[in-house]
């Protein structure tokens, strides 16, 4: 899957259409002490191994993600690109 180095999108900081750079989103680091990871804790505490967080059903693919940065205020969005897909998002020059 193929998508455009800059596009003209709509920057909701300049409330304008302003050209876009974009770029792959790179998924941050999970913080340890999120609520979503305490309660996890909490729920198989006692036990040893994996027991709880098996996800019955999986998903095919992911859905891919870009940021796009404006050229005039330097802010950036985060989008989604189509559905889910096992195919790889690439930046083209
Ligand atoms: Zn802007």
Do not use: D
Not at 77 to 82: N, P
Request: hydrophobic share 30%; glycine share 8%; proline share 2%.
């Amino acid at each position: 899957m193929n998508y455009p180095q800059k596009v003209n999108a709509y920057c909701p900081h300049c409330k304008k259409h302003t050209e876009h750079k974009a770029k792959l989103a790179s998924k941050g680091r999970a913080r340890t002490l999120a609520w979503g990871n305490r309660q996890h804790e909490r729920v198989i505490k006692g036990y040893v191994g994996k027991v709880a967080g098996e996800k019955a059903v999986r998903k095919q693919g992911k859905r891919q993600k870009i940021v796009l940065t404006c050229s005039v205020c330097k802010k950036k969005q985060e989008r989604v690109i189509g559905t889910r897909t096992k195919k790889k998002l690439e930046i083209k020059a």
